[in-house]
């Protein structure tokens, strides 16, 4: 049996529904009543309600659970608690974080998953999953790769939670992996024209999970990660970037976090298509040698439910070893080309 943590949640919602879909009667949880008993009756599953402010709390919660999918972010603040409570409980942990700190703090925790026997599977959404995938596939193709670039382009109309989430990246600033380490850097620090396989597309760097991800993956010291934006928006982000720091400001969070937050769910509604997403990766070794390709998939909230409940599978079917994973590790680096509408290009 395992628990949909956040289970009324813009993305959790979508996830539980296909669950139910399928025939799975996850646990559904989350810390309010009004909101999850009305769910689990409509889609006949059990629930639990408890909130998450302590491990030890958590872990009271966990009685009879296999596996925690844990979908309520931001996870820089709730991602640990869940996280330690699994290790204490026996209960293997997944989640859909896209946050460098807490994929980082997952792979902290790698020997003590090992001695109590849990893994911990963070990132089994559209961040980090194919582009995950793509970075181990180029990998495999050049060995030698000491430089590893991502990129990807996405048009959906993201929820209230991502927003908040991106709202702290932003407050955070940008970072890059550099010679093994994870480096400080402005945000929107770098830009680059990206070859998407529909056409070159300007992008800005971002703090994505990759640059977490990719290198326990694929052990490549040096990793970027750049998002498509248009050039207006790029200009806009570069000429504000200097008061992102105020959003650690609690008084200023709060009013200019929601405005921040608001403009993002208006534009990303406005692009809204809804379409499906792409990718493109390379990787170099520093001697004139590199390895090129571009992903086309699903839609990223689509992608998400597909690639968090494989995980799920993955994992309750006892086909993970303890300790930390990353998505390629876990499901295999070419589990991205087993979704429908997904192709890779190679250049
Ligand atoms: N990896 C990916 O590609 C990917 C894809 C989609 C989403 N995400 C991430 O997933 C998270 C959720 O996104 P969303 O759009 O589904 O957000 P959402 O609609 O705001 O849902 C968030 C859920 O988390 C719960 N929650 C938040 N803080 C909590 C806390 N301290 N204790 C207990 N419950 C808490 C909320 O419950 P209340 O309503 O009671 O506050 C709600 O059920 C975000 O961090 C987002 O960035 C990642």
Same mark, same amino acid.
């Given at each position: 049996?395992?628990?949909?943590?956040?289970?009324?949640?813009?993305?959790?919602?979508?996830?539980?529904?296909?669950?139910?879909?399928?025939?799975?009667?996850?646990?559904?949880?989350?810390?309010?009543?009004?909101?999850?008993?009305?769910?689990?009756?409509?889609?006949?599953?059990?629930?639990?309600?408890?909130?998450?402010?302590?491990?030890?709390?958590?872990?009271?919660?966990?009685?009879?659970?296999?596996?925690?999918?844990?979908?309520?972010?931001?996870?820089?603040?709730?991602?640990?608690?869940?996280?330690?409570?699994?290790?204490?409980?026996?209960?293997?942990?997944?989640?859909?974080?896209?946050?460098?700190?807490?994929?980082?703090?997952?792979?902290?925790?790698?020997?003590?998953?090992?001695?109590?026997?849990?893994?911990?599977?963070?990132?089994?959404?559209?961040?980090?999953?194919?582009?995950?995938?793509?970075?181990?596939?180029?990998?495999?193709?050049?060995?030698?790769?000491?430089?590893?670039?991502?990129?990807?382009?996405?048009?959906?109309?993201?929820?209230?939670?991502?927003?908040?989430?991106?709202? &702290? *990246?932003?407050?955070? +600033?940008?970072?890059?992996? !550099?010679?093994?380490?994870?480096?400080? @850097?402005?945000?929107?620090?770098? %830009?680059?024209?990206?070859?998407?396989?529909?056409?070159?597309?300007?992008?800005?760097?971002?703090?994505?999970?990759?640059?977490?991800?990719?290198?326990?993956?694929?052990?490549?010291?040096?990793?970027?990660?750049?998002?498509?934006?248009?050039?207006?928006?790029?200009?806009?982000?570069?000429?504000?970037?200097?008061?992102?720091?105020?959003?650690?400001?609690?008084?200023?969070?709060?009013?200019?976090?929601?405005?921040?937050?608001?403009?993002?769910?208006?534009?990303?509604?406005?692009?809204?298509?809804?379409?499906?997403?792409?990718?493109? &990766? *390379?990787?170099?070794? +520093?001697?004139?040698?590199? !390895?090129?390709?571009?992903?086309?998939? @699903?839609?990223?909230?689509?992608? %998400?439910?597909?690639?968090?409940?494989?995980?799920?599978?993955?994992?309750?079917?006892?086909?993970?070893?303890?300790?930390?994973?990353?998505?390629?590790?876990?499901?295999?680096?070419?589990?991205?080309?087993?979704?429908?509408?997904?192709?890779?290009?190679?250049?």
């Amino acid at each position: 049996m395992w628990m949909l943590y956040g289970a009324y949640g813009h993305t959790g919602r979508r996830i539980a529904e296909e669950a139910a879909a399928r025939g799975l009667r996850p646990v559904l949880a989350g810390r309010n009543a009004a909101a999850i008993e009305p769910l689990a009756q409509r889609l006949g599953c059990p629930c639990r309600v408890f909130s998450i402010d302590s491990a030890a709390q958590i872990a009271g919660n966990l009685g009879g659970i296999e596996a925690v999918l844990h979908c309520a972010g931001p996870f820089r603040t709730t991602g640990v608690p869940m996280m330690d409570a699994c290790l204490r409980a026996k209960v293997h942990y997944l989640d859909i974080t896209g946050e460098i700190d807490v994929i980082e703090a997952a792979a902290e925790r790698h020997n003590q998953g090992i001695q109590t026997g849990v893994t911990l599977l963070p990132s089994v959404g559209f961040d980090t999953v194919p582009s995950d995938c793509l970075a181990a596939m180029l990998a495999a193709r050049l060995p030698a790769a000491t430089q590893l670039q991502l990129a990807f382009a996405t048009f959906s109309r993201i929820g209230p939670g991502t927003a908040r989430t991106m709202v &702290g *990246r932003m407050a955070e +600033g940008g970072r890059v992996r !550099v010679s093994g380490r994870i480096v400080k @850097v402005p945000f929107a620090w770098k %830009t680059m024209t990206v070859p998407f396989h529909s056409g070159p597309q300007q992008a800005v760097s971002i703090p994505w999970g990759d640059v977490a991800a990719a290198w326990h993956s694929t052990k490549i010291p040096n990793i970027e990660v750049y998002a498509a934006t248009d050039p207006k928006q790029i200009a806009t982000l570069r000429r504000t970037r200097f008061l992102f720091p105020l959003l650690r400001v609690p008084l200023v969070r709060t009013p200019l976090g929601l405005l921040i937050q608001r403009k993002l769910m208006r534009r990303s509604a406005a692009d809204g298509a809804d379409a499906g997403s792409s990718l493109w &990766g *390379r990787v170099c070794d +520093g001697q004139k040698q590199s !390895v090129e390709a571009t992903l086309e998939t @699903v839609e990223s909230y689509r992608l %998400t439910v597909l690639t968090a409940l494989a995980a799920v599978e993955k994992v309750t079917a006892g086909e993970t070893p303890p300790g930390f994973l990353t998505p390629s590790l876990a499901l295999g680096r070419e589990f991205i080309l087993s979704l429908p509408d997904t192709q890779i290009y190679w250049q």
